[in-house]
């Protein structure tokens, strides 16, 4: 009996013998699935045997990829195989439903034999890509791996333009020197979902998937160059990885194949590192070549010269072009910076951005990358450098934009006080100019998630120049990290931020220029204060109790009254001393009470329930905005709702009517 037919009937006992798991997994057979579903596509020779699949939070896209190709043409030999099915603990909370820890990345791909690669057809790269509807934000994704390396020694990330030596064309480089990858990280790079920094503290990624969509959203393709240093014992490695949807279309593949080649240190030199057959990894190599912009071995480990002992080196190239056949970035306009073509840029912002320097980064940050990099993190760490196109980019807290600061503090209920916001909010520089600057930048675990979010669209100029900054680590960002997922927490800080601006705005805008929003009461003057009667008390008393009292103003009224009376009591009693002598009938209808000292102290009292009122009225006011604004975000969101249901609704009935007509 062959080695592989002793694998296949030690699985096939267990599966008999035993209920129990192995790595997180029940054996289970399952119908063959047809060639066009997804599914593990695994060699001929393993077609007998059932094998456990990787961990749902690992699934390579080319573990093996060179020594996979004749499987993907070998259909008889997919349909044979069998999928082993996972018995799992479903999770309700669909937050919480990706938390699955299943076994050791490392050890399952090691133990992993035949499982090459997941079968994903390549038009999947460019539809998983589409969750970037801004370029700019695909960006963002590679720099925010960048500024995770920090923890491994990572001081600078470097973003340039590149020239193709082949056909002259530009190319996107993104480099940094972190702790690189290993042969094995490399392969969980390239691979969907795959993450462990959401375990990690102080790391932005999560979903293991921002690689995938941010470069295949730049460029066709790319090629990864990685150092990295041995630990415990282990040799440095090197490794090179080609994700090419050129490549994959170009050869009619049906499946996403990843070409791949690692070296190891030995001594002063480095050795190619074989994982299968030395047959494979040339052909790994061979592939690469051709479809790479590098002609040769040489001249692809020549680009190792670039880092020192360790490091990440990114090149995309084959870069998207807009409808009129130009490159979709625009890398002409400022030598030290990437720019957008397009809807993005607009001519008349840019030169508002000249004029009115303390509102550019509002005004530019949606078309340039040197501008959105610049306030893409709330800290840097220190001493780390983001290097863009030959110049650092400067980092830049729009709190230095503002005037008239104000800070708040904003805890969502049911969480905890750690979980709460500070929430900074002034006019920008620029306000007295009544240009429509206006929102806050929302930043989730250092990094900017919403820029200048727009909470208040008020009529008129109502709002503009508010600009506001927090960081609210209790909402969760969307996979492509430009919004939040819409959620009742999400909908509660929205309505909050609302009140915040108005009250702000309505406070302070007579600062900037503005007509007041509000007018404070005229303060009574000292000469009145001295000849006020009871007739006047009265009409104070009457003025407080008209109109339409809450619970809580009725309260400090009749607090006002018994302390009126009071006063009123105390004041007979010390005319009646002062002045025993005189008749009843001879004091005027003012007399009674009209005590100097004993008037001014009812007025202060007066004032300060009046102060306590004004104080109630303001937090009924914000409890009002805050429960109109929550009905309005929930009814909108019903509409979106509604909406999107109508839309799969009809796409269900035309890919039934499609089936039916087949």
């Known amino acids: 009996m062959s080695f592989l037919d002793n694998i296949g009937e030690l699985v096939l006992n267990k599966k008999r013998n035993s209920n129990e798991f192995e790595n997180g997994y029940l054996f289970a057979k399952k119908q063959k699935t047809e060639s066009f579903e997804f599914g593990v596509v695994s060699p001929p020779e393993f077609s007998n045997c059932i094998l456990a699949p990787l961990p749902l939070s690992f699934v390579p896209l080319g573990a093996e990829p060179i020594s996979s190709f004749p499987s993907v043409a070998n259909d008889d030999a997919s349909k ?28 399952s791909l090691s133990n992993s034999v035949g499982m090459d690669h997941l079968r994903v057809h390549p038009k999947f790269l460019h539809s998983n890509a589409t969750s970037h509807k801004w370029a700019l934000g695909a960006f963002a994704e590679l720099l925010d791996n960048s500024l995770d390396e920090v923890c491994n020694g990572a001081t600078y990330v470097q973003v340039d333009l590149l020239k193709n030596k082949t056909d002259g064309t530009h190319m996107l480089l993104v480099e940094d020197n972190g702790g690189g990858m290993t042969p094995d990280k490399m392969r969980q790079c390239m691979s969907l979902g795959y993450s462990a920094k959401s375990k990690l503290a102080n790391t932005i990624g999560q979903y293991g998937n921002g690689f995938k969509t941010s470069t295949m959203r730049l460029g066709a393709d790319v090629i990864v160059f990685s150092r990295c240093q041995g630990t415990d014992g282990k040799c440095s490695t090197q490794s090179i990885g080609m994700l090419s949807y050129t490549f994959l279309r170009g050869t009619g593949k049906e499946d996403i194949v990843v070409p791949m080649v690692d070296y190891e240190k030995r001594g002063e030199h480095w050795d190619m ?241 503005y007509a007041p929003r509000r007018h404070s009461k005229t303060p009574v003057s000292s000469k009145k204060e001295s000849k006020t009667s009871d007739k ?23 607090e006002f009254d018994k302390r009126l009376q009071e006063e009123s009591a105390s004041e007979d009693r010390s005319c009646h001393e002062a002045s025993p002598a005189i008749d009843e009938s001879q004091r005027g209808p003012g007399s009674h009470g009209s005590s100097p000292h004993g008037t001014r102290n009812l007025l202060s ?29 929930f009814q909108e969101e019903l509409k979106r709702s509604d909406a999107k249901v109508e839309r799969l609704r009809e796409r269900l009935r035309v890919r039934t009517t499609s089936i039916d007509l087949h």
């Not at 999770?91 to 299943?102: P, R």
């Not at 008390?537 to 009224?557: A, D, P, R, T, W």
């Open 536 to 558: 006047d008390k009265s009409n104070v008393h009457q003025i407080l109790k008209g109109g339409e009292c809450s619970s809580f103003k009725m309260e400090y009224i009749s």
């Open 273 to 513: 590192l074989v994982r299968s057959s030395p047959e494979d990894w040339s052909r790994n190599l061979e592939t690469v070549v051709q479809w790479s912009p590098y002609t040769s071995e040489e001249d692809l480990t020549q680009q190792f010269n670039f880092m020192k002992d360790q490091g990440t080196r990114i090149v995309m190239y084959n870069l998207w072009e807009d409808d009129e056949g130009k490159l979709e970035m625009d890398f002409d306009s400022d030598p030290h910076d990437i720019q957008l073509r397009g809807v993005n840029r607009e001519e008349k912002n840019i030169e508002m951005a000249k004029k009115y320097p303390n509102s550019r980064h509002f005004l530019t940050y949606r078309h340039s990358l040197r501008s959105y990099a610049s306030i893409l993190y709330l800290r840097l760490p220190p001493g780390f450098r983001i290097i863009l196109r030959g110049q650092d980019v400067e980092h830049h807290n729009i709190v230095n934009d503002m005037m008239l600061i104000k800070e708040l503090r904003y805890k969502p209920t049911s969480l905890p006080e750690r979980m709460a916001a500070n929430v900074t909010i002034g006019f920008v520089k620029d306000a007295h100019y009544h240009i429509d600057i206006q929102g806050f930048n929302v930043y989730h675990k250092n990094r900017l998630i919403k820029p200048f979010w727009r909470v208040w669209n008020a009529a008129g100029s109502d709002g503009r120049g508010a600009i506001g900054v927090l960081e609210a680590n209790f909402v969760e960002p969307a996979h492509d990290k430009q919004g939040f997922e819409r959620t009742p927490v999400l909908a509660r800080l929205e309505a909050r931020l609302v009140a915040i601006q108005k009250e702000y705005w309505c406070t302070n805008c007579h600062e900037v220029g």
């Open 605 to 633: 009292k007066l004032k300060e329930v009046e102060n306590k009122l004004r104080e109630l009225e303001k937090k009924e006011k914000v409890l009002i905005d805050d429960n109109a604004s929550l009905i309005n975000i």
């Open 80 to 107: 044979k195989s069998e999928e082993a099915e996972p018995v799992l603990r479903a999770c309700k909370q669909f937050w919480k439903a990706g938390d699955y820890e299943g076994g050791n990345a490392g050890d």
